[in-house]
């Protein structure tokens, strides 16, 4: 992530049915640039969806786990 200005952020990925697999809660952070590592070693084979949220703007990826 690459804030420009301080904002809230939450990341949440869903399975293909919608339920939630891993959830960073809401927080506040600063300017500056973050990683973050999601842990899909629990996850069965097959997509998932990254909903990253910053402020009101929300954008959603997916991600494929292959073993």
Partial sequence: LNL???NDIQI???DVLG???YN???QQ?????YE????????TNGFY???VTIGSETA????SVVK
């Fill in 60 to 63: 959603t990826k997916r991600l």
């Fill in 24 to 26: 960073v809660p809401q």
């Fill in 4 to 6: 420009n200005a301080a």
């Fill in 29 to 33: 952070l600063g300017k500056g640039v």
């Fill in 19 to 21: 339920k939630v697999v």
């Fill in 36 to 43: 973050y590592a999601i842990p899909t070693s629990n996850y």
């Fill in 49 to 51: 969806n990254v909903s």
């Fill in 12 to 14: 949440v990925v869903t």
